[in-house]
């Protein structure tokens, strides 16, 4: 994916967690996002059923149906509504905690994602 795109994903879903009727989204509490290289985005956010500070990485290798996303905006709104904004359930469990006390989930690798 390209810088452009990688941030046109991002923007729609920031853009989309206020307005989503889906799911809890409109709930949420973005509290920092950014793009990383043109492989991913991160969001640092606030979950009104979780104690304490959330992120999540999602690359754009593949979207939630497990082809290669080709639409930014319906990629970040589905991150919107189908990550960020649902319950946590059995992901709870797999929560890695960085050194500012960050829970992070989704696409990580070995080091946790940094601003």
Same mark, same amino acid.
């Given at each position: 994916?390209?810088?452009?795109?990688?941030?046109?994903?991002?923007?729609?879903?920031?853009?989309? /967690?206020?307005?989503?009727?889906?799911?809890?989204?409109?709930?949420?509490?973005?509290?920092?996002?950014?793009?990383?290289?043109?492989?991913?985005?991160?969001?640092?956010?606030?979950?009104?059923?979780?104690?304490?500070?959330?992120?999540?990485?999602?690359?754009?290798?593949?979207?939630?149906?497990?082809?290669?996303?080709?639409?930014?905006?319906?990629?970040?709104?589905?991150?919107?509504?189908?990550?960020?904004?649902?319950?946590?359930?059995?992901?709870?469990?797999?929560?890695?905690?960085?050194?500012?006390?960050?829970?992070?989930?989704?696409?990580?690798?070995?080091? /946790?994602?940094?601003?």
């Amino acid at each position: 994916m390209t810088p452009e795109w990688a941030q046109a994903a991002l923007d729609a879903c920031l853009e989309h /967690l206020p307005v989503s009727r889906v799911t809890e989204s409109q709930s949420v509490q973005v509290l920092d996002a950014w793009v990383e290289d043109s492989v991913a985005f991160c969001v640092v956010y606030r979950y009104p059923y979780f104690d304490g500070v959330l992120g999540i990485r999602r690359t754009f290798d593949t979207d939630m149906y497990g082809e290669v996303p080709s639409d930014p905006v319906a990629f970040g709104c589905d991150v919107a509504d189908f990550d960020i904004g649902e319950p946590l359930g059995s992901v709870a469990e797999h929560l890695r905690v960085d050194g500012a006390g960050v829970h992070w989930w989704g696409d990580l690798g070995p080091q /946790l994602p940094s601003r």
